[in-house]
């Protein structure tokens, strides 16, 4: 198997032990914390617990925003320091 390919991966199919086979999974919602989101992935197979992702607030921000960029605020700051 191709190491890196796999460090790529969109976990649309993952390693189930219980099928013994690569299965496609299916992404639940897991827990919602003040910091980040847990997503389980499921497989379709069986239904039991293959992988688990942890989104921080952080990075989800930054998905949601990646476009829009906030302008600086640093001068203004300083200028009311002063
Ligand atoms: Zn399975």
């Known amino acids: 198997m191709n190491q890196q390919q796999f ?3 969109t976990a649309s199919s993952l390693y189930c032990e ?6 496609p999974v299916r992404e639940r919602l897991l827990l919602v914390l003040p ?3 847990i997503f389980d992935y499921l497989c ?6 293959v992988g688990r992702r942890e989104v921080t607030a ?5 998905a949601q925003t990646k476009a829009r960029r906030r302008p ?4 203004a700051l300083r ?3 002063l």
Do not use: H, I, P, V
């Open 58 to 62: 952080g990075e989800k921000r930054m």
């Open 72 to 75: 600086r605020r640093s001068a």
């Open 44 to 49: 379709t197979g069986c239904g039991s617990s």
């Open 79 to 81: 200028q009311l320091t």
């Open 18 to 23: 219980k099928c013994r086979a690569a299965m």
């Open 35 to 37: 910091d980040r989101e």
């Open 7 to 9: 460090e790529n991966f």
